[in-house]
């Protein structure tokens, strides 16, 4: 059992150029989400999906956009990528519309990007 | 803005003493506050929740005491171990949302 796959592990852009993270989860959960982790500033909350097909944004929409196409994938693509967008992400998935009621949030190992 | 904030920063503490971290909110929708362990190159995991329903959830060498009078909960660390050395968030979900929020973490070192 897999839990939650991100691919790449790490990438290094140049400012201006895009890319797609990718997230695949196995355990059939609703509900995946992107997350951003900084120094001091703890986990941030980028874009987020509750079923698919649908996708919402979080507390840090800008620069990002996502899809979910498929149920067990979740994308996070930057178009024009930025220095200020070098940072760990990491997707998470969940069985439960509201995250952190009684249930819990999976982790991928994360993906370390630096944008140059 | 910070809606959970989280303290200390960073945390040394000598095995088999107690680890003390603190968060405090805002905003009281909230309803679930759970506890994420991250060890470094991995993502974070759920180590320990409650509900604000109890002052108190204890698991093992884990407990998170809550007093939801004055917005704060803790997570203690008893008898505390080198293997305990991680980063840890507390994090609190907003009722009727599908968002999780995490506090700044802490990273914690258990020397021997």
């Known amino acids: 059992n897999a839990g939650v796959t991100q691919t790449p592990k790490f990438r290094v852009l140049k400012t201006g150029q895009s890319m797609t993270l990718l997230c695949a989860q196995d355990?059939?959960?609703?509900?995946m989400y992107w997350y951003r982790q900084d120094p001091g500033m703890g986990l941030r909350l980028i874009h987020y999906s509750v079923g698919e097909g649908t996708t919402a944004k979080g507390e840090v929409p800008d620069g990002y956009n996502v899809s979910r196409l498929k149920k067990q994938n979740f994308l996070l693509g930057l178009e024009s990528a930025a220095p200020s967008q070098t940072s760990v992400y990491f997707c998470a998935s969940s069985t439960s519309s509201r995250q952190g009621m009684n249930t819990e949030a999976f982790f991928g190992q994360g993906t370390r990007l630096t944008v140059v | 803005q910070q809606q959970v904030k989280q303290s200390p920063q960073s945390l040394i503490v000598q095995k088999g003493g107690i680890s003390i971290i603190n968060c405090a909110y805002e905003?009281?929708?909230?309803?679930?506050f759970p506890w994420y362990q991250q060890f470094p190159g991995k993502g974070p995991a759920l180590l320990i929740a409650?509900?604000?329903?109890?002052s108190e959830k204890k698991e093992g060498r884990f407990t998170i005491s809550f007093n939801k009078s004055a917005k704060q909960f803790s997570l203690h660390i008893m008898d505390s171990q080198p293997g305990d050395s991680a980063t840890y968030f507390c994090?609190?979900?907003?009722?009727?949302?599908?968002?999780?929020?995490f506090g700044t973490g802490t990273r914690l070192q258990v020397f021997p």
């Open positions: 905003n009281t929708a909230f309803d679930y």
């Open positions: 355990m059939n959960h609703e509900y």
């Open positions: 994090a609190a979900s907003i009722f009727g949302t599908d968002k999780l929020i």
């Open positions: 409650i509900r604000p329903d109890v």
